[in-house]
């Protein structure tokens, strides 16, 4: 399987530098001072770059949300329980979750995956891709399996090849795992030499007490798994989650069917953050959608080189924050094609010469 994956990777290749030279000429015709639009002029060429194409045509757009269990919820490190993965994965189904009202809003579908649920479940709109029952308390050994690890990426991949043929062109990245936000600090911290004091945060909303214990267990997790800093698929086996990994392949599937994929908060931050350990071209195809008020958000993304287009003191993953960058995404090819130029509008370009 890492064969295989190793093939894929491949198939990443640098933006298209042609295309991000056309869409700044176009840009600098439009009737505005050059650069003045910012980040949705950063966007725009980035989206050439990617697509290959000057002007990018949007279809479809999906937010890609992994649900996944984690055994460290066993050592009392989130305010709620882990039945409440399950029950958050039938509220997306039904479309009541605040990531559904958010894509019903931005014109996205939300394509739930269960990647590693504690559970049985079925829903016919459900993409059931269970890898296992949850992960292993990582406080008492590897959470997964490199296989397991590897197989999550996978599926991730694949699912993104097959939205692709069914004709998707963004892609956002969302999830639900009560227990993630410690996996993800305990990546966050391995992977970027962060001290776990710094990588830590209060996810769904827990005290100062349960905080300074969550600090522990993820620094007792690292000590007893000893991973590789410099392998990051080892460091995903035994820190991860199965949804963390699953939104791995999701953003290296982007990178290799050359789609543009928006990032939520900062669990699939800390999936980026593998993916781009694992593939640094990857984080070319990476649009970092809003900064997080989780503790480590800020610290993730720059470890990736990203910087958001949005702050909303928003921490709720899910995909949220993700979709809501959508319209911004969207906006930024509006301007590619509706503005008028300099020479269209009989606008003066250079100042007069008198
Ligand atoms: C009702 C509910 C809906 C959610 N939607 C996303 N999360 C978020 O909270 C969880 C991570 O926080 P922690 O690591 O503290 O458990 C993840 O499921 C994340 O997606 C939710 C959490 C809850 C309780
Ligand atoms: O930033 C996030 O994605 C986040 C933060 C806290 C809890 N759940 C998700």
């Known amino acids: 399987m890492l064969q295989s994956l190793n093939h894929l990777l491949k198939e990443i290749k640098p933006l298209d530098q042609e295309a991000i030279a056309a869409a700044g000429r176009h840009l600098d015709q439009l009737t505005k001072p050059p650069g003045s639009l910012g980040k949705l002029e950063d966007t725009a060429q980035q989206l050439a770059g990617i697509t290959g194409e000057t ?5 479809k757009k999906a937010v890609i949300v992994m649900a996944g269990d984690h055994g460290v919820c066993e050592e009392g490190i989130s305010a709620f329980p882990a039945e409440v993965t399950p029950q958050m994965v039938l509220n997306f189904l039904s479309g009541g979750a605040a990531v559904n009202v958010l894509a019903r809003q931005a014109g996205a579908d939300v394509v739930c995956v269960d990647i590693g649920v504690n559970s049985d479940l079925e829903h016919p709109q459900l993409y059931s891709r269970k890898v296992r029952k949850g992960t292993r308390n990582m406080m008492r050994g590897p959470a997964m399996t490199e296989q397991e ?15 692709v043929d069914d004709g998707y062109t963004l892609f956002a990245t969302g999830e639900m795992g009560i227990g993630n936000t410690t996996a993800s600090s305990a990546l966050l911290a391995v992977l970027t030499g962060t001290d776990v004091a710094g990588a830590v945060g209060r996810g769904t909303g827990i005290d100062n007490d ?21 392998n990051p698929l080892d460091v995903l086996a035994k820190l991860g989650g199965l949804e963390i990994a699953g939104l791995t392949g999701v953003i290296l599937g982007a990178a290799i069917y050359r789609r543009p994929v928006v990032i939520d908060g900062f669990i699939s931050s800390a999936a980026a953050l ?4 694992i593939s640094p071209q990857s984080t ?10 989780e503790q480590g958000h800020a610290r993730l993304l720059e470890a990736i080189g990203l910087s958001p287009m949005l702050r909303m003191d928003m921490r709720l993953g899910e995909g949220t924050g993700a979709v809501l960058a959508f319209s911004l995404i969207e906006a930024s090819v509006r301007v590619m094609k509706e503005m008028a130029t300099f020479a269209s509008a009989g606008v003066s370009q250079a100042p007069s010469e008198q």
């Open 284 to 293: 070319s195809y990476i649009i970092a959608s809003h900064l997080s008020h």
């Open 55 to 59: 002007i990018t045509e949007l279809g």
């Open 149 to 163: 690890a590897l197989e999550a990426i996978h599926i991730g991949i694949n699912l993104v090849k097959e939205l």
């Open 274 to 277: 593998v993916a781009s350990r």
């Open 210 to 230: 349960m905080l300074r214990h969550k600090q522990e267990v993820i620094e007792r997790a690292i000590e007893i798994n000893n991973p590789d800093v410099n």
